[in-house]
T-cell receptor, first 114, second 114 residues
Framework: DTEVTQTPKHLVMGMTNKKSLKCEQH?????MYWYKQKAKKPPELMFV???????INESVPSRFSPECPNSSLLNLHLHALQPEDSALYLC?????????????FGPGTRLTVT | AQSVTQPDIHITVSEGASLELRCNYS??????LFWYVQSPGQGLQLLLK??????LVQGIKGFEAEFKRSQSSFNLRKPSVHWSDAAEYFC????????????FGQGTRLTINP
């Protein structure tokens, strides 16, 4: 199983809502990532978890709150977002002690903030 | 700062024709370089990667890339494209070698004419 799954596929939320994005992998990977991709732009790294610990935070606003409850799951909690946060949010995973550069990506969650 | 430039925003080729997508990097040391492909509505898939050694790298789906230090380039090639190759292609560099912090180029959209 080389699949990274993300739910939901689409999410529309108001600026006062609280929602969460979920990412799951069962490849035994111990590094997981969140990327943000605006339309017609490349992905931009937001967070990296390595062995369930936050190792990289790319100065992301606090209205985005990541969580890694276990080695298979990665959440992104959203609160008080702005319309400019509308984007495709991609999750990825890799195995740091085997092949750290083979990042497996999920299909993404398309988020619209109204 | 380390960066990646893809000079071509959009390329159109005929099915069966050869393909070359350009990528230039700016980095002091030998970078870790990657090519990813993204089909519409999908996540990213790793095509190939370069760390060291042989400068001609073979990837999946019949793609190859050549690292040229003198030109700071890592161009992607395919001898004969198929309609299914239509997608967005991203060149990326690992800015902290081994730290899995990827920075992507702006992407090249490939259209295939029948």
């Amino acid at each position: 199983d080389t699949e990274v799954t993300q739910t939901p596929k689409h999410l529309v939320m108001g600026m006062t809502n609280k929602k969460s994005l979920k990412c799951e992998q069962h490849m035994g990977h111990r590094a997981m990532y969140w990327y943000k991709q605006k339309a017609k732009k490349p992905p931009e790294l937001m967070f990296v978890y390595s062995y369930e610990k936050l190792s990289i935070n790319e100065s992301v606003p606090s209205r985005f709150s990541p969580e890694c409850p276990n080695s298979s799951l990665l959440n992104l909690h959203l609160h008080a977002l702005q319309p400019e946060d509308s984007a495709l949010y991609l999750c990825a995973s890799s195995q740091p002690d085997r092949d750290p550069y083979e990042q497996y990506f999920g299909p993404g969650t398309r988020l619209t903030v109204t | 700062a380390q960066s990646v430039t893809q000079p071509d925003i959009h390329i159109t080729v005929s099915e069966g024709a050869s393909l070359e997508l350009r990528c230039n990097y700016s980095y002091g040391a030998t970078p870790y370089l990657f090519w990813y492909v993204q089909s519409p509505g999908q996540g990213l898939q790793l095509l190939l990667k370069y760390f060291s050694g042989d400068t001609l790298v073979q990837g999946i789906k019949g793609f190859e890339a050549e690292f040229k230090r003198s030109q700071s380039s890592f161009n992607l090639r395919k001898p004969s494209v198929h309609w299914s190759d239509a997608a967005e292609y991203f060149c990326a560099v690992d800015t902290l070698q081994g730290a899995q912090k990827l920075v992507f180029g702006q992407g090249t959209r490939l259209t295939i004419n029948p």
